[in-house]
């Protein structure tokens, strides 16, 4: 059964990383790298395999996004960022948009092109301090003046960790406009599958040879495997077990990942974003201690472990 | 039909009254009345019908909620005031719950007398300026890590108008920590039953000779439908045609009110929280000129048309 779950590993060529939680935790001063991270990342490309990073990081352009995790001590470039803002200007543009923004404010040059005069859109990022009473209820005016409200969400993500605890993330007040407004956000980012398919598009690697490492269920996990994608869940980030054991995933204690698969037999419980409640696990979580990262992840791939027994 | 469409009226024998949107437009500096709301109130007291206040106001005390509404003419007393913080408090003593509050400043001496020590439970007011980030994101992190979280809202409007336009209510604040913490949030207020049986109660009428009348479709309306009682929504305050052609309701263009009855067969489409939006109206609304407000009531009632053929 080892040998089995190990065949579908031997296929893969790329992977798609979620960046925060994964490399590092967000935070003040620019946050913290996870311990190992930096050296997996060398790793995992010495080994040879693809690497795009999917993220729905929406507090800085791609650019200072990417310079500050080459501070941190990741060989990565701009190019193998797959991020909303980018995203988003596209279906603006296609659609002939006009955004007012509810974004934090290193991320506005990413619109510097569009046209944002007369505005006929609301587009909503991670705006963290902007989210101010003044400014929600501003963009809460503008829809709800809309014939047609159109409100684009850069992630619907509920929370995500900085170094001194959690954090709201854009779903929370997406939600609170949707209600207000009666409307429902289109999604660009995590778990949109047009973004996972763009990501993938970077990546040149079809999704049956890629996996998707994350820290969210919903986001990382339940999107890419939307998009027929294996994924994994690593446990540093947001991880908590308790949202885990409450979608019903189960896991044996000794296993580094919390790995979710909806088309190895081998792997644990479906679709987290099908999975109700009442699926309880077979088997206990590991406790809280068990928190393995990304540092973990050669331990899985085929080529250290392809060639033994 | 429009003397059996009369004849419930000769029943009522109180009436429950919102109050923003219906008695007053709040805004900067208190708020403006509503014109010939004042005048209403006298001539609904005049005529013999009880009258009881029941409000979602939770930005200042009872008190001082009432010192405001006699400064501007209206003759109320706070034991004629149903609002949702005193009925929060009950619950909280009941429940031995210690909240942690994120509500307006001048709400907090309504919670003066409850122990807020080590908080198991977050009640949640309409705070405006006080729903910065920082703010909703504490309430946040309290309740993502409480065991069971328990968050208590006061009311769960979506918006409600001041003087200077539109603004975003508890409700869509609610809306973003139930999302961020997946927990179902416990309603105080309107439009919850047993905040509709307490305002009767204080009223001393039984739902079937009451009526309510308020300018927000679910909350008022549906919340006293859902009592037993009759409802009418004026046509001023928060009030806009295209939601209640949403909600699928149809009325005579010449009639002062929206009006909505579960009971009467001569009134207009049922309860708007049961109606979808699949339900055409067969009446067009009349045009946004058509606000009538609470100083059209008397028309409705029999102390002044009872004896008219």
Not at 37 to 52: D, F, N, T, Y
Not at 69 to 98: H, I, K, N, W, Y
Request: proline share 6%; net charge neutral.
């Amino acid at each position: 059964m080892a040998e089995r779950g190990r065949g579908w590993a031997r296929a893969v060529r790329g992977l798609l990383l979620d960046v925060s939680g994964v490399l590092y935790d967000s935070g003040a001063g620019g946050g913290v790298p996870i311990a190992g991270s930096a050296e997996a990342v060398r790793r995992i490309k010495a080994s040879g395999l693809k690497l795009q990073l999917c993220t729905n990081e929406t507090q800085a352009t791609r650019e200072n996004f990417v310079r500050k995790l080459q501070a941190m001590g990741f060989d990565v470039s701009a190019a193998q960022v797959t991020a909303p803002a980018p995203a988003a200007c596209r279906l603006l543009r296609e659609r002939g948009l006009r955004p007012h923004l509810l974004v934090h404010d290193d991320l506005v040059p990413e619109f510097a092109e569009i046209n944002k005069t007369n505005p006929n859109c609301v587009v909503l990022g991670d705006a963290a301090e902007n989210f101010t009473y003044a400014n929600l209820n501003e963009a809460f005016r503008l829809l709800i003046g809309m014939e047609k409200p159109v409100l684009i969400s850069l992630g619907k993500g509920r929370y995500y960790k900085e170094t001194d605890g959690l954090k709201l993330d854009v779903g929370a007040y997406m939600k609170a406009l949707e209600y207000a407004c009666d409307v429902q956000a289109e999604v660009v980012g995590k778990p949109a599958k047009t973004f996972f398919e763009s990501a993938l598009a970077e990546l040149g690697v079809p999704p049956e040879q890629a996996i998707m490492i994350g820290d969210d269920i919903v986001n990382d996990v339940g999107g890419a495997q939307q998009c027929g994608m294996r994924a994994l869940q690593v446990r540093t980030g947001k991880y908590r077990s308790s949202l885990t054991a409450f979608l019903g995933l189960c896991l044996p204690a000794s296993f580094p990942w919390t790995s979710v698969g909806s088309q190895d037999q081998h792997t644990w419980r479906g679709n987290p974003l099908k999975t109700s409640a009442a699926a309880s696990p077979t088997a206990p979580l590991a406790p809280a201690e068990h928190h393995f990262g990304l540092a973990a992840f050669p331990s899985l791939h085929p080529a250290s472990h392809g060639n033994k027994p």
